[in-house]
Nanobody
Framework: QVQLVESGGGLVQPGGSLRLSCAAS????????VGWFRQAPGKEREGVSC??????????????KGRFTISRDNAKNTVYLQMNSLKPEDTAIYKCATGCYC?????????WGQGTQVTVSS
């Protein structure tokens, strides 16, 4: 079955860290660009980070630059999002995706996981 499955979300205090994982099955993640997106209640979906297929290009949204890091482990067919210095405004459902691309109009992707909830609160 072709799918992306996220894990690692949860409740964390402001200033804390989380690492999200996204495991791909049914296809080889290495052949695709990968990314993370998030959507908070009442807000539009936001492109958090995109990593090109050969890792020659990385995009981070302005709100997460310097705090979040995207990476991939092709041997494990998994992409990660390390989130540090978390803020309450980072609270959202986080989804990983393949075929991620970004332009002046924002980011989009072709294939999506179901998402994992991240809540930053004291």
């Amino acid at each position: 079955q072709v799918q992306l499955v996220e894990s690692g979300g949860g409740l964390v205090q402001p200033g804390g860290s989380l690492r999200l994982s996204c495991a791909a099955s049914g296809f080889t993640l290495e052949y695709y660009s990968v990314g993370w997106f998030r959507q908070a209640p009442g807000k539009e979906r936001e492109g958090v980070s995109c990593l090109s297929r050969g890792e020659w290009s990385t995009y981070y949204g302005d709100s997460v630059k310097g705090r979040f890091t995207i990476s991939r482990d092709n041997a494990k067919n998994t992409v990660y999002l390390q989130m540090n210095s978390l803020k309450p405004e980072d609270t959202a459902i986080y989804k990983c995706a393949t075929g991620c691309y970004c332009s002046g109009d924002g980011c989009d992707a072709d294939f999506w996981g179901q998402g994992t909830q991240v809540t930053v609160s004291s």
